[in-house]
């Protein structure tokens, strides 16, 4: 008799990994202690696999982050301070093909249905850039076809469409003890 297949969708939404997700350099990372948490394993862990197999992980799949781009993403987001019992290295930073090969690495069943969740976020943000792309290619089509009458309107729409600008977050609570 035939195996039956276990189809164990993992229940993780495209919106939780859209969060761990940052671009770095112009591409589209993730952390490794963000990945390592989707995966349920220790950051500590998830490195020690890394680095066994390092030669799967060529500079273009897996960038050491600057101090700077550290520096960028905890004024971005919450993230725990070195001076205060957060991580004493900087992290690595995983792109798409990083993270696909990540699956050859990490073989238990979570890991399968964690890659297969992000390359589907993956997948959903990229069509979503290339809709926006069409969309802007066919306001500037139609911007030269109108009258210069438009223009102004034209240029309101296409100032809708720009990523609002990410403002740097206000501390709040008690400053540090010296």
Do not use: C
Not at 29 to 40: H, N, P, Q, T
Not at 66 to 94: C, D, H, M
Request: proline fraction near 6%; hydrophobic fraction near 40%; charge should be positive.
């Amino acid at each position: 008799m035939p195996k039956k297949s276990k189809n164990t969708e993992l229940a993780l939404p495209a919106a939780v990994i859209e969060r761990r997700i940052y671009v770095i350099r112009g591409e589209r990372i993730m952390l490794d202690s963000d990945l390592a948490e989707l995966y349920e394993v220790t950051t500590k862990a998830f490195n020690q696999a890394v680095k066994r197999n390092a030669d799967r992980f060529p500079g273009d799949f897996m960038k050491h982050l600057t101090a700077k781009e550290v520096a960028i993403l905890r004024s971005q987001n919450v993230t725990s301070s070195a001076n205060w019992g957060g991580r004493r290295y900087l992290p690595y930073a995983f792109t798409r093909e990083g993270i696909a090969m990540l699956s050859s690495v990490l073989n238990s069943p979570r890991a399968v249905q964690v890659n297969i969740a992000i390359m589907r976020t993956f997948v959903q943000m990229r069509n979503a850039a290339m809709t926006q792309d069409d969309m802007l290619r066919k306001v500037t089509k139609l911007e030269r076809k109108f009258d210069h009458n438009f223009r102004i309107v034209f240029e309101a729409i296409k100032k809708l469409m720009e990523p609002a600008p990410v403002k740097p977050r206000v501390r709040m609570g008690f400053p540090k003890p010296d």
